[in-house]
């Protein structure tokens, strides 16, 4: 049972545009989101999250937006840079562990 | 500041053989997570350690075990090595107080079982 859903295996967008990156879940204990970004041969690299309580959490060109009701959040990278090519995680964090629920990601490209 | 180390990078086994991974946090941080991630697919929770102890663990078998040290470093060992083992290991660093805080990933160490 995937908790954690990134239907959008890709995504291409141009560059300076906006990318928008999509994330369902399905467990409502999950209390916090993190957006990650994974290049090749390196581990995860934080971006941005939030907390269950707020709808939106901006820094710089990043923007998560997240809807309880409808269990659903997105990053939303404006504009959009080659160097933002990359796979991105979404994650959920619970319990008293704090541990992290991956979805399976979402490989950006940015065309110049 | 230094941040999350993991070594090896790369490793061959063979199926039967036994594995340790190693992992040193970032500066600071007290916890430790390991994560498998298969191809194609976003990290696994296998554990987490504190205080030289394992705190929580996700759905992997007792093959799986690991090891945190008085100075936060922390060993994964996989006895028992299977195909499906194959896999790029993710060590996580945090600080267990941190509620929203985010894991600090190192580079990972890829391991191939033959």
């Known amino acids: 049972d995937q908790q954690v859903k990134q239907n959008s295996p890709s995504l291409s967008v141009q560059e300076g545009r906006i990318s928008i990156l999509n994330c369902d879940y399905t467990?409502?204990?999950?209390?916090?989101f993190l957006w990650y970004k994974k290049y090749p041969a390196e581990g995860p690299t934080f971006l941005i999250s939030?907390?269950?309580?707020?709808d939106k959490n901006e820094d710089g060109r990043f923007t998560v937006f997240l809807n309880k009701s409808a269990k659903h959040l997105s990053l939303h990278i404006v504009p959009s840079q080659p160097g933002d090519s990359a796979v991105y995680f979404c994650?959920?964090?619970?319990?008293?562990?704090?541990?992290?629920?991956f979805g399976s990601g979402t490989q950006l490209t940015v065309l110049p | 500041d230094a941040g999350v180390t993991q070594s090896p990078t790369h490793l061959i086994k063979t199926r039967g053989q036994q594995v340790t991974l190693r992992c040193s946090p970032k500066?600071?941080?007290?916890?430790v997570s390991w994560y498998q991630q298969a191809l194609g697919q976003g990290p696994q929770f296998i554990f987490q350690?504190?205080?030289?102890?394992?705190?929580q663990r996700g759905n992997f078998p007792d093959r799986f075990s690991g090891h945190q040290f008085p100075n936060y470093s922390s060993e994964l060992n996989v006895n028992a090595l299977l195909l499906g083992d194959s896999a790029l290991y993710l060590c996580?660093?945090?600080?267990?107080?941190?509620?929203?805080?985010?894991?600090?990933f190192g580079p990972g160490t890829r391991l191939l079982v033959l």
């Open positions: 467990n409502s204990m999950f209390d916090y």
């Open positions: 994650a959920a964090l619970t319990g008293s562990a704090r541990q992290l629920t």
């Open positions: 939030i907390s269950s309580i707020k």
């Open positions: 350690y504190y205080e030289e102890e394992e705190r």
């Open positions: 996580a660093s945090s600080f267990l107080s941190g509620r929203g805080g985010a894991q600090y």
């Open positions: 500066s600071g941080h007290d916890t």
